[in-house]
């Protein structure tokens, strides 16, 4: 089979696999959305300063949970069966002292941020640390075979249930404990459905030497996962103890909300990303062919939601979080301006570590941490907008940095990364223009009440100028990605 053939191949079962791996996804995450929507309605700012809280060092020590031993199992050519049963021996052991590390490290969450509450909860969610290796393991190994549509089926299954027994506690009044249990369950059921769907069990083994070689190839994406994570719970760590519970909620529903659209279409997108670019690791003409073709179809569907969620951000916030969270609207808009830049870096650092360059993707990662870091130290004392301003000139920096790191490995440019965005730059710029002209036409005739029915009427108005947009000057652009997610016609990509 020749080179060219072999790309063919390749190409189409990914795009298979992503077609259905995309519609489960998507389909969860939509789900999963509104849920999150109607289980804020329900859960005061104070539960959700007390989740953040736990989730800042949770989010940290499940990084180091996987060590990046399943990234290198997908990467790596061929995985004999010593290797493998020597990775999971070795999550069982780096997991089992997690475990132990975040149920007696409760007291210590406790002590610095002031809230005794926070032990017991850090006791219960320990547990997610037992799972751990039961979900990387066939993770890692879906993905390796490029298996999207089996992990999303999992996924799929897993994250509607938590859902829903999430929003069930949040209505009998559970508080931050709905959310605890919901991440529970979701990781219960996650370990069980990938034990029904593909079975992998295998007898563990601590081999160091069959995965010295993996744990120094994954040991630097934790780093790297390590420092990005590190960087978004920063202003949670280093603001907490300045602004208490309930500014700190303030500011924690803000960075959710304003994160939705990429938290809800990455992980779509990222378990496809590594596995697919990794393919094409020694051909770096053909990984710059894809990555321009798949910035430029990803930006189409995220940048009209992130422009658009930034214009309506106070009738948002109004109609469908309630009074309380009044306080919100304004940084959710300033943040939400800022996350394409963000997606772009999001999306070009698991290309530069599937290109073999886990350590671009590491410095990109380090650069962000190091400029928020002083821009959070003040701005924690101007509170919420403070901590808000210090992300958005984080991101704008960054980003660009981003770029011109991968340069090194990638036949791209600022020009060349530019042009990929400009259909979704000139659509969302056009829907934002109109949309905000109508709102102040609107405000004007009817002294600015908002209801359902005006956030309704706005959504669709923007979503169908960005459509027009779309169809008068990217015509064949618009058509070509329809019937890419439809599975007509694959020639976008191809």
Known sequence: MDKQQHQSDITAKVLYGARWSAMLRVTGQMVS???????????????????????????????????????ALVRWKTVEHEELRSVFGWLLVINGLLFL???????????????????????????????????????????????????????????????????????????????????????????????FLEPWFIMPSLNFSAVRAMMAF?????????????????????????????????????FQFALLPLAKMMPVINPIIFPAF?????????????????????????????????????????????NKWGAVALPLALLSTVMPFRMTTSFLRPVLASMGRADLSLKSAVFALVILLPLVLVGAHY????????????????????????????????????????????????????????KAAFVSASGGSASLGVLLIEICFGALVYFLTLRIFYGKLLDDTIRLFLGRNGSLLV
């Open 278 to 322: 990794s393919k094409f690791q020694d051909q770096p003409g053909v990984a710059t062919y894809y990555l321009s073709k798949s910035l430029g179809i990803v930006s189409l569907a995220l940048f009209p939601v992130m422009i658009g969620l930034a214009c309506i951000a106070q009738e948002f916030v109004a109609t469908v979080l309630g």
């Open 218 to 254: 994954g040991g630097v994406l934790s780093l790297g996962g390590a420092v990005v994570l590190i960087t978004d719970k920063l202003a949670t760590l280093i603001a907490g103890p300045v602004l208490g519970a309930e500014l700190l909620g303030i500011f924690a529903v803000t």
């Open 383 to 438: 509170g919420v907008m403070g901590l808000v301003m210090a992300m958005v000139i984080t991101e704008l920096i960054v980003v660009f940095l981003t770029i011109g790191m991968s340069k090194a490995i990638l036949h791209t440019s600022f020009a060349g990364i530019a042009l990929s965005l400009r259909p979704a730059i000139v659509g969302s710029t056009v829907m934002a223009a109109c949309l905000m002209a109508a």
């Open 33 to 71: 959305w509104l849920s999150t929507i109607i289980v804020v309605r329900f859960i005061r700012p104070e539960d959700y300063g007390l989740n953040a809280m736990l989730e800042a060092p949770l989010e940290l020590l499940m990084l180091l949970s996987a060590f990046g031993l399943d990234l």
């Open 101 to 195: 590390v975040y149920f007696f490290g409760g007291s210590v969450m406790a002590a610095y941020f002031d809230e005794p509450r926070l032990e017991s909860l850090a006791q219960v969610l320990a547990f997610v640390f037992i799972l751990a290796p039961f979900r990387v393991i066939p993770n890692a190994l879906l993905d390796r075979n490029l298996k999207f549509k089996v992990r999303a089926l999992a996924e799929f299954i897993a994250n509607i249930s938590a859902a829903v027994a999430t929003l069930v506690l949040a209505i009998l009044g559970w508080g931050v404990w709905a959310l605890v249990w919901g991440m529970l369950i979701n990781r219960i059921l996650l370990a069980v459905i990938l034990m």
